[in-house]
Every structure is written in C-alpha cells, then in structure tokens.
C-alpha cells in the first residue's frame, strides 16, 4: 500500500480513537515519554544551552528514532502499517480530552460553582485561577482551547503527513519537552531555550493551518482573518498569535489582555478588540470550533500528501 493511503486511513482511524476512547487513563505515552526526558534531564541539567539542546536532541531524536524503526519494521504489512499510524495517531493527538476538560470548566460555570471551575482550570492552563473571576476563566479556557487546537491536534497532523510515525511521535515529543522545561524559570532559562526555539519551528506551519481552518469554519471568516492579521504579531509567542487571533475574530470575541502565571503578571495585547467580552456560552462554540477544525486538518494534511506524491510522481 502507498505510505500516502497508509497515513490516511491510519490518521483516520487515530482521530476516531481519539473521539471515542479519548487519553488512555494508565501508561499514556506521552507520560511514559515525560518520564524518559525527566531521566535525562536529571542526568544532563547544567545551566547552560549547549546542555539543554543535548537533552533536546537525545530526548526528540530518541522519539522520531522509535517511530522509524517501527514504521521500517512493519513496512512489508499494509495492514500493520496502518495499525501502527492510527496507534501512533491516536497517542500523539488530545482532542478529545482538550473538550472534556474545556466542557467540565463550562459545566461548573454554567452552574455557579466558580470554586469546582477554578480547581479544575490547571487542567487546562498554567493559569492562577484564583485570580480569575468567572469571565477572566471562561477567557483562559478559550484561549486554551485555541491553542491547543494546534498543539494537540493540527500540528500532529502536519507533522505526520511530513513524515509519517516519525514525524507524528517527533512533534510531540518537542511539544512535551517545551511543556517541561521551556518556559522561562531560573532553572530553564538557558537548559530549556533549545526545546523552546524548536518547538517554535515545529509550530509554526500547524499553527498558520489551524488559523486559517478557523477563519474558514467560524462563524465570521473575515473577522478572523482582520482579528489574525492585524493582532496576531502583538502576541508573544509566534504561533499562539495567529491560532488566538484567528479564533477571536471567529467568534466575536476578545482575548488576550492581563494573565497571571505562578504569581508573575502579564499584560498581552488585547486580540481582536472590536470583539465582545467571553462568557461562559463562549467556551461551547469553541469547542465546538476546535472539532471542525481537527476534522478540516485531517482532510487538508491527506490532500496534500496526496498532492505531493502526485508531484514526486
């Protein structure tokens, strides 16, 4: 079977696992993978860059290392071939549990219960929720749920369609590493720049993807687009501009504006100022966004392996 019809149906079948199996509850991958990168951090930790881009490149090139031998291993089995895609799919992608928390926050604040929604938001974000007021959490799970759209959904997809398993299980792998040791603590602040900056790269064509697929299935394609292309610069990070720009402009609503993270105060740029203020019903359409948007990504990402072979071809 072509690797482009193997990565098709076995992207297909990995989405689908998702959306009815969610996260495993034990052994995760990804976890396992958590663990594995913390061994070697713990081994390698100096405060220096060249010690973290050494954990970076063992740690992710450890992962897209495991993802080509079992894609070689299984190659002369079509059928294991897509087993092994939908398997590697189904791991690396979280959008089924990226709704389940954004709709547990919801529910709490549907039912004025802003104590169960404020416990359950570190779920979701790095966020101090008791700093949040029922709008200030509604906005924070909105944003969330933007960006991690392109995290935990498109830019796997992306990366999968480059590369097959490889390139699915390398995109997360960067994606975790980023997760624990790129933001900008005392300790990571040297050790983390390298998993940081590549997970910047890694990002940025999932995540010009996944603001356009917004744009295109929101519910104001053009306010996205103006939202995206006149805020999405202000933003500190390069790729959650774009997706929170876009997804604002979608929705009618603003976003941005002053967070608290671990105590530390941030005052972002608002996105999409000509935008209405979140509420609660907000997180629902964004939700319900992010799905259509995974689903555009899919067919995208097989179009355009498809495309390509066509060209090689």
Not at 52 to 73: N, W
Not at 122 to 143: F, S
């Amino acid at each position: 079977m072509r690797a482009d019809r193997v990565f098709a149906y076995g992207a297909a079948a990995g989405l689908l696992g998702d959306l009815l199996l969610g996260d495993p509850r034990r052994a995760h991958p990804v976890a396992a993978f958590g663990r594995a990168a913390g061994a070697v951090e713990r081994l390698l930790w100096r405060d220096h860059r060249g010690r973290g881009a050494l954990h970076t490149a063992v740690c992710a090139g450890g992962a897209v290392a495991l993802g080509s031998l079992a894609e070689r291993a299984v190659r002369r089995s079509p059928a294991a071939s897509v087993a092994l895609t939908a398997a590697a799919t189904w791991a690396v992608v979280g959008g089924t549990s990226l709704v389940r928390e954004a709709r547990t926050v919801g529910r709490a604040l549907e039912a004025g219960d802003i104590g169960a929604a404020r416990a359950r938001l570190p779920h979701l974000c790095g966020r101090d929720p008791q700093a949040l007021d029922a709008d200030g959490i509604a906005r924070a799970v909105v944003e969330s749920v933007a960006e991690n759209t392109s995290d935990a959904v498109v830019g796997a997809l992306v990366w999968g369609a480059v590369g097959g398993v490889p390139g699915l299980l390398g995109f997360r792998a960067v994606n975790t590493l980023d997760a624990m040791v790129g933001h900008r603590s005392p300790r990571y602040r040297r050790f983390g720049w390298a998993a940081a900056r590549l997970d910047d790269a890694a990002g940025w064509p999932g995540a010009r993807l996944t603001a356009g697929l917004a744009a295109l299935a929101g519910d104001d394609p053009r306010g996205a687009v103006r939202a995206w292309r006149q805020d999405a610069d202000r933003h500190p990070s390069p790729n959650a501009g774009p997706v929170e720009a876009s997804f604002a402009g979608a929705l009618g609503v603003r976003l941005g504006g002053t967070l608290s993270y671990g105590g530390r105060v941030e005052h972002r740029p608002v996105l999409n100022g000509e935008g209405r203020a979140v509420a609660t019903g907000d997180i629902e359409r964004a939700v319900r966004l992010s799905r259509r948007v995974g689903l555009l990504a899919l067919g995208v990402c097989v179009a355009g392996r498809l495309i390509a072979r066509g060209h090689r071809s």
